[in-house]
């Protein structure tokens, strides 16, 4: 069974930077999406940036430009850095793991991935 641990969030300025990362442990198998998701208070949770095993990513249109997900695989581990941050990305950001192929299916059906993480929190301040 695969287990997820994020990290790595904190308090930042509008503007500023931080890098999350992703620890999986367990069996995730030789073909495994990750992505990031976030859900701020009172609102659902979205998809943010999602990556395939081979490196292949996508985005959601707000984080484009500033978020980059990256993925070491002999690690098990998944990273988004986040720069020029603004207070509208404030959210607790979770990491997800499916077996699905298709990265825009992984960020539009949170509802249907298998594993989740905790949750780190990210705080935004203007």
């Known amino acids: 069974q695969v287990q997820l641990m994020e990290s790595g969030g904190g308090s930042v300025q509008s503007g500023g930077s931080l890098r999350l990362s992703c620890a999986a442990s367990?069996?995730?198998?030789?073909?495994?999406?990750m992505g990031w998701f976030r859900q701020a208070p009172g609102k659902e949770r979205e998809g943010v940036a999602a990556?395939?095993?081979?490196?292949?990513?996508d985005y959601a249109d707000s984080v484009k430009g500033r978020f980059t997900v990256s993925r070491d695989n002999a690690k098990n581990t998944m990273y988004l850095q986040m720069n020029n941050l603004k207070p509208e990305d404030a959210a607790m950001y979770y990491c997800?793991?499916?077996?699905?192929?298709?990265?825009?299916?992984?960020?539009?059906?949170?509802?249907?991935?298998?594993?989740w993480g905790q949750g780190t929190l990210v705080t935004v301040s203007s």
């Open positions: 367990g069996n995730i198998g030789s073909r495994f999406m």
């Open positions: 997800a793991a499916d077996p699905t192929v298709d990265e825009w299916w992984l960020l539009t059906h949170a509802g249907d991935v298998e594993v």
């Open positions: 990556i395939d095993d081979d490196g292949t990513t």
